[in-house]
């Protein structure tokens, strides 16, 4: 069981660039999430899905897209980038949503756009 | 704007002793209450969920929640070393949205 994997751990990206941040997960949760965490903050939600086909904004959802076409996978998209999404990024999932979300935390990818 | 203050510390405490670490939040429609533990250039891991006022014991750790005071702490009996960390208290969302809401975290340092 390999929980949450995400891929890649380290990225540069140049201004404008686009790129796109892998998630998955072998637990069966249908509730999945990104979020990301700026040296000294808390975490911030993105953007997350209650099932394949179904997802909904979070707290910081500009500059960012979703998709969610099968239960495991939930990548996240960034089209353009700017110096501000310079951020570590982590996917995570739940088997509950609402007040029971316990959510288990990929390994994150450290995003570094110059 | 929904928020969860904690205080950032750093917060040193010897070991053997017990560490207390403190969380509030505005939204008092908040249902649950989450601490997860995140170590330098790792990933959140959630260590206690707390639904209900009172305390919840498991192992070392107790979490406690008062929602007259909205307020959750959590409590580390004879701290080790390995604990130190960023603690992060999280709050869900609510308002029929999923996700949850993070605090900056306390910088705990366990002295030995």
């Known amino acids: 069981n390999a929980g949450v994997t995400q891929t890649p751990k380290f990225r540069i990206l140049k201004i404008g660039q686009s790129m796109t941040l892998q998630c998955a997960q072998d637990?069966?949760?249908?509730?999945m999430y990104w979020y990301r965490q700026d040296p000294g903050m808390g975490l911030k939600l993105i953007y997350y899905?209650?099932?394949?086909?179904?997802?909904d904004k979070g707290e910081v959802p500009n500059g960012y897209n979703v998709s969610r076409s099968t239960t495991e996978d939930f990548p996240l998209r960034l089209e353009l980038a700017a110096p501000s999404q310079t951020s570590v990024y982590f996917c995570?999932?739940?088997?509950?949503?609402?007040?029971?979300?316990?959510?288990?935390f990929g390994p994150g990818t450290r995003l570094t756009v110059l | 704007q929904k928020e969860v203050e904690q205080n950032s510390g750093p917060l040193s405490v010897p070991e053997g002793a017990i560490a207390s670490l403190n969380c509030t939040y505005s939204?008092?429609?908040?249902?649950?209450f989450f601490w997860y533990r995140q170590y330098s250039g790792k990933s959140p891991e959630l260590i206690m969920s707390i639904y209900s006022n009172g305390d919840k014991e498991d192992g070392r750790f107790t979490a406690q929640l008062n929602k007259a005071s909205q307020y959750v702490s959590l409590l580390i009996r004879d701290s080790q070393p390995s604990d130190s960390a960023t603690y992060l208290c999280a709050v869900n969302r609510g308002g029929g949205a999923d996700g949850l809401t993070f605090g900056k975290g306390t910088h705990l340092i366990i002295q030995p």
């Open positions: 637990m069966n949760h249908n509730y």
């Open positions: 939204d008092r429609g908040s249902q649950s």
């Open positions: 995570a999932s739940s088997r509950e949503g609402g007040a029971l979300n316990e959510q288990f």
């Open positions: 899905s209650v099932g394949a086909g179904i997802t």
